[in-house]
């Protein structure tokens, strides 16, 4: 499956963003997907994550509980991230990632990555 990413951007804190992800090659509902994170310097963490279906099992990071939302749609063999008030520290280059497992944290397929900053 191949993974697309989009929807970063510079914002000011508080603000809102939704990234996109995009699959194609294979049948999208076969896999559980997942958004991680890379800020600079530090190493790469698993932020939001869903299971097959739309309305399936969802996991996410403490520090995003109650503002990111995690969603996907099945026949749009796309998966997003909602993420509203947004912090500083949310600053990071977002991936998407896909794997036959739900939750992984070693996923078989990546994205490409899309840049978020925030600003204070």
């Known amino acids: 499956v191949q993974l697309q990413a989009s929807g970063g951007g510079l914002v000011q804190a508080g603000d809102s963003l939704r990234l996109s992800c995009v699959a194609s090659?294979?049948?999208?509902?076969?896999?559980?997907m997942a958004w991680f994170r890379q800020a600079p310097g530090k190493e790469r963490e698993l932020v939001a994550a869903i299971s097959w279906s739309e309305g399936g099992n969802t996991h996410y990071i403490d520090s995003v509980k109650g503002r990111f939302a995690i969603s996907r749609d099945n026949a749009k063999n796309t998966v997003y991230l909602q993420m509203n008030n947004l912090k500083p520290e949310d600053t990071a280059v977002y991936y998407c990632a896909a794997d036959y497992q739900y939750g992984s944290v070693r996923p078989q397929y990546w994205g490409q990555g899309t840049l978020v900053t925030v600003s204070s």
């Open positions: 090659g294979s049948t999208f509902s076969n896999y559980a």
